[in-house]
């Protein structure tokens, strides 16, 4: 009777270990797709929803900047009568960034008056010079010397 007895005892032990080993390979195989499956989803969708935000902004952005160069287009006498610019470009080495006089002399709206210059005389030396004062009828149009004579006696 012992020996029966050691016989079952055995054979339940064997039934045991053989039905663990199979409730471990179960583990582990539910384990790693859980891992895998995790990891991809969450980085996709971010990194999509992102970059398409980042897209669409700069997109707006150069449309706008091309519509002011469209209605400058339309308007050429504008910037052709930026009578400061004008100064500054051609002027001013002889008669100073501020118009205080250089080799040339001071040419401020007060400095005019004391002088007694009137606009049709500026237009005049303007246009044809006198003595070391060039000419500007061939550099300058009309309109931009008649801008810079309004210029400098504001
Ligand atoms: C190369 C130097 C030079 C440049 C450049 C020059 N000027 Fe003159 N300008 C003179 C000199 C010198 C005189 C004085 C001429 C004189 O009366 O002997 C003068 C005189 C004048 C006068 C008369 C001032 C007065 O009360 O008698 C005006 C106005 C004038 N310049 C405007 C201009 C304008 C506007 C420009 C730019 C488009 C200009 N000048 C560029 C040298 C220059």
Known sequence: MKIISLLIITSALMASACSSPAATTTAPATMSPPAITASPKPITPPGISVTPT???????????????????????????????????????????????????????????????????????????????????KDRLTQAQINALAQFLQS
């Open 54 to 136: 980042a897209v669409t902004s700069p997109q707006p952005t150069p449309s706008v900047s091309i519509i002011p160069p469209v209605s400058t287009t339309t308007n050429p006498p504008v910037p052709a009568i930026d009578a400061s610019a004008l100064f500054k470009q051609n002027c001013a080495p002889c008669h100073g960034f501020n118009r205080e006089g250089v080799v040339g002399p001071a040419l401020t709206a007060a400095a005019l008056t004391s002088r007694g210059r009137n606009t049709q005389f500026i237009i005049d030396t303007i246009t044809n010079g006198i003595r070391n004062m060039p000419a500007w």
